[in-house]
């Protein structure tokens, strides 16, 4: 028997996938329609597709919180991606998900940020007000169906409906449903919901880990903390000292407690509004995939002290600053002299019109080409 074979990964999907998970059978599909695989599902062909492209791989140089040239012990874009993919595929299995749809999903939900994290993408938005605006979660879709070129007959990467459909309404604290086409009056799918709240549970937990490391926030700061308190009597830590083990057990278990309330939570949301299929799921006034009450209490007041101590700090609001100046004249000295730009980007100006194309040039830069950009322009001592 060929276990690998197309027919059978769909035989073992329903008997894995719950009714209210999505199974590949029901794809709405490709806007370009292609022949099925024999041996891979049609959302780990999107989940591949992601991981190929250019704009992936430019995630290991985009920032996080520390730019990457801070030390290279800390969280950039692509190591964000890959914890949100580790904890999405583990809600997916826990909750009768489609893991490789919530893999897929989770992998491309960063890939449009542009260089220096949420300051950068403020730049733009703010450049681009009256040409379209900019949002990282538009740009996403825009990268996957229109900017990555890597096949003949179509532009993007010919993703499955529902996988654009997870990307178009991934939402957090942070982002905003970057899309209004794909059913805008319906929730997400339960794999897009995971992603959701995989997201959120990886970067608090680890923004709280780089910021202990980085010194930034030190044991004093988050002994006050309600979530550090509970941990703390779980792990049995009494020291006066943080040590590098310690902090890796705090985030270990950080990371366990999130993930085991969102799955029981999100069970007992399941039984409770009786879903029975993914119509009644997305159909629901609110998402499904969920914290507990108290569990969103103690994020809450986790969230608010990464704000206000670690976000707001002079280190990184320093870089905040560097990166407005950086991306603005970058973008501004474009547009007042597009032959500046390189000639592959001059090419798209007529298809695009000029401040797309270079919202879209700078949107694609990692931090330290963003640099090395304004060095070649601005710094005399630097050839072009």
Same mark, same amino acid.
């Given at each position: ?27 709405? /599909? ?17 989940k591949d597709r992601i991981l190929h492209t250019t ?110 459909? /997870? ?17 805008p009056d319906l929730r997400g799918s339960l794999e897009?919901?995971?992603?959701? &709240?995989?997201?959120?549970?990886a970067y608090s937990a680890h923004d709280l880990d ?15 903390? /309600? ?67 108290? &569990? ?67 949107? /694609? ?20």
């Open positions: 028997m060929n276990y690998a074979s197309s027919a059978n990964l769909l035989r073992k999907e329903e008997i894995i996938i719950a009714p209210y998970g999505t199974h590949s059978k029901d794809t709405r /599909g490709r806007l370009y329609p292609e022949e099925d695989h024999s041996y891979r599902g049609c959302y780990q062909r999107d704009t992936f791989r430019r995630l290991e140089y985009k920032t996080q919180v520390f730019v990457n040239d801070e030390g290279d012990y800390y969280r950039t874009r692509l190591t964000h991606t890959l914890e949100v993919a580790t904890i999405g595929r583990t809600l997916a299995r826990a909750l009768g998900g489609n893991e490789d749809l919530a893999e897929a999903i989770c992998l491309a939900h960063d890939m449009g940020h542009p260089p220096f994290g949420h300051s950068g993408e403020a730049v733009l938005a703010k450049k681009m007000v009256n040409h379209g605006g900019f949002n990282h979660n538009r740009q996403t879709l825009r990268i996957v169906t229109e900017l990555e070129r890597r096949y003949n007959g179509f532009k993007g990467l010919n993703l499955c409906y529902e996988t654009l459909e /997870g990307i178009a309404k991934h939402e957090s604290e942070y982002d905003t449903m970057g899309d209004l086409t794909f059913n897009a919901q995971i992603a959701n &709240m995989a997201d959120e549970t780089d910021g202990l490391r980085s010194g930034l926030l030190t044991l004093d700061m988050v002994q006050s903390l /309600g979530i550090w308190r509970i941990i703390s009597d779980e792990i049995h830590f009494a020291e006066t000292k943080l040590s590098d083990l310690d902090r890796h057990r705090f985030i270990t278990a950080l990371t366990s407690m999130e993930v085991n309330d969102i799955i029981e939570h999100s069970e007992q949301m399941i039984q409770k509004n009786r879903i029975e299929s993914v119509s009644d799921l997305v159909h629901m006034p609110y998402n499904i995939v969920s914290n507990s009450d108290m &569990m969103v209490g103690l994020n809450r007041e986790l969230k608010d002290f990464l704000y206000n101590n670690m976000y707001r700090h002079y280190r990184v609001m320093r870089m905040s600053a560097k990166a407005d100046m950086i991306l603005s004249r970058l973008f501004d000295t474009f547009l007042g002299n597009p032959k500046l730009l390189p000639t592959h980007i001059q090419e798209m100006i007529p298809e695009k019109g000029l401040e797309v194309a270079i919202c879209d040039y700078i949107a /694609g830069m990692t931090d330290r080409y963003a640099v090395e950009q304004y060095q070649k322009l601005f710094d005399p001592e630097i050839l072009p």
